[in-house]
């Protein structure tokens, strides 16, 4: 889960590629579930999840954008703090991760 100060339940993220910023209100990655962003945090504030549906977004390392559970967090222009980066590895890696046994590269 997502580590920091003052994380409460509601919170949500929404990824974007790496060459945007966060005040840029008009960025959207395919692939992305429930319309880009994240369903509101658990746990504190630490957990997020995109649900169940699949992300199918290319693998690569996209840049966390945060909205405190205090406004609607709808719109893009009120994800403005970046909160981390979020790195979707290719399947292949992931499947080696998790086949191989240990000391296998």
Same mark, same amino acid.
């Given at each position: 889960?997502?580590?920091?100060?003052?994380?409460?339940? +509601?919170?949500?993220?929404?990824?974007?590629?790496l060459?945007? /910023?966060?005040?840029? /209100?008009?960025?959207? #990655?395919? *692939?992305?579930?429930?319309? *880009?962003m /994240?369903?509101?945090? @658990?746990?504190?504030?630490?957990?997020? @999840?995109?649900?169940?549906?699949?992300? /199918? #977004?290319?693998?690569?390392?996209?840049?966390?954008?945060?909205?405190?559970?205090?406004?609607?967090?709808?719109? +893009?222009?009120?994800?403005?703090?970046?909160? *981390?980066?979020?790195?979707?590895?290719?399947?292949?890696?992931?499947?080696?991760?998790? #086949?191989?046994?240990?000391?296998? @590269?």
């Amino acid at each position: 889960g997502l580590q920091g100060f003052d994380l409460k339940e +509601g919170h949500k993220l929404r990824p974007i590629y790496l060459n945007s /910023t966060c005040e840029d /209100t008009t960025q959207v #990655v395919d *692939g992305i579930p429930n319309g *880009g962003m /994240t369903f509101p945090a @658990s746990n504190d504030g630490r957990d997020f @999840s995109f649900g169940n549906d699949p992300v /199918t #977004v290319n693998a690569g390392s996209f840049r966390l954008c945060w909205c405190t559970s205090i406004f609607e967090c709808g719109a +893009g222009d009120l994800f403005t703090f970046q909160a *981390g980066i979020l790195r979707i590895a290719p399947y292949e890696e992931f499947y080696m991760a998790e #086949v191989a046994p240990a000391g296998w @590269s």
